[in-house]
């Protein structure tokens, strides 16, 4: 599932259709993407988008790293925080020019 916001009065808002939006979105969240739409953030900000099995073998030391002119930085984060012991699950952030890209499977 892929969420995406345009700033609007200083907020954040969120957009039902993200190529008619694609000029403006400053935020895209990536919940659980499928290959359809990992390409299409593809196509739309010219970068690799990580998989699952990436982000969850990526290296301490390689967490943070700059390709095709993005920022990509994973960290493990807390996920289903509503139980007694959280999962630790991978986030990854892209920053690709003005935009933020989230990208988590859990």
Do not use: C
Not at 36 to 45: C, G, N, P, V
Request: proline fraction near 5%.
């Amino acid at each position: 599932m892929i969420k995406a916001f345009v700033v609007d009065n200083d907020r954040l808002r969120l957009v039902d259709d993200l190529l008619a939006n694609s000029e403006t979105i400053v935020w895209a969240d990536l919940f659980n993407p499928t290959k359809e739409e990992e390409a299409t953030i593809e196509s739309w900000l010219g970068v690799a988008i990580p998989t699952r099995e990436e982000m969850e073998e990526i290296e301490i030391s390689s967490r943070l790293y700059v390709e095709d002119g993005a920022y990509f930085m994973t960290a493990t984060l807390p996920a289903q925080t509503e139980v007694d012991d959280p999962l630790m699950s991978p986030v990854t952030f892209v920053l690709a020019g003005t935009r933020l890209i989230t990208v988590r499977y859990h």
